[in-house]
């Protein structure tokens, strides 16, 4: 069965430290790969997606992605975080094949002013 | 503005009194997804529709029932609500005929109690 994995359930930063949130997901057919951010309070917005191309995608806010096929990963990465940034971010995948979206369990993230 | 939107917002209930929550939307998706939210779990999908009249079982469909009567709306039905159904739910929709993306856009969602 498919199934998608973060890496972090929890992960707490200081302003400015760089982010990596891990992601992997396990299907060996073409996939979609997307990442969701919900803020405190909020509904799932979508961050950024990756459908093909350049496996580097860049999405809202500062935040990247980068695809690596031979991993089964897609990684949310940023630079620099802000205190903006404290929310809980998904991970999730959809096979070419269907419509459905697998999601992983999420990463709570916390910025320390 | 395109939108889902959901009724209630917040919901407190007993258990075995029967509810609905209603979610609708105005981008003529084909595809529409109720989820729920638990912590450490992510989301879980609890049943989805292709289109109209046309639906299926999730990952955690036990104590629910949906209908698609018409393409905007795909109401959720907690027949006879326990306290483990106590979350907060996510519907979506989506236009997989749209392109390959097949992006999901989610409702405010709906925190519901039952006690």
């Known amino acids: 069965a498919q199934s998608v994995s973060q890496h972090n359930h929890h992960v707490i930063l200081s302003e400015a430290a760089s982010l990596e949130l891990g992601c992997n997901y396990s299907?060996?057919?073409?996939?979609?790969l997307f990442w969701y951010v919900q803020y405190p309070g909020q509904h799932l917005q979508l961050l950024l997606k990756?459908?093909?191309?350049d496996p580097l995608v860049k999405g809202i806010k500062g935040f990247e992605a980068e695809f690596i096929k031979s991993k089964f990963s897609f990684n949310l990465r940023k630079p620099s975080v802000q205190w903006s940034d404290t929310a809980e971010y998904f991970c999730?995948?959809?096979?070419?094949?269907?419509?459905?979206?697998?999601w992983g369990a999420g990463t709570k993230l916390i910025i320390k002013p | 503005e395109a939108q889902v939107t959901q009724n209630p917002r917040y919901l407190i209930t007993v258990t075995g009194k029967k509810l609905t929550v209603t979610c609708s939307q105005n981008?003529?998706?084909?595809?529409m997804s109720w989820y729920r939210q638990d912590p450490g779990l992510g989301l879980r999908q609890i049943y989805y529709s292709m289109n109209v009249e046309v639906t299926d079982k999730g990952d955690v469909p036990e104590g629910y029932k949906v209908s698609r009567k018409e393409k905007r709306n795909f109401p959720l039905i907690l027949e006879s609500p326990s306290p483990n159904q106590t979350s907060l739910y996510f519907c979506?929709?989506?236009?997989?005929?749209?392109?390959?993306?097949?992006?999901?856009?989610f409702g405010p969602g709906t925190r519901l109690t039952v006690l």
């Open positions: 979506a929709s989506s236009s997989p005929s749209a392109g390959p993306y097949n992006e999901q856009f």
């Open positions: 990756y459908f093909s191309g």
């Open positions: 299907y060996g057919g073409t996939v979609n």
């Open positions: 981008m003529n998706h084909e595809y």
């Open positions: 999730a995948v959809n096979a070419r094949s269907n419509y459905q979206l697998i």
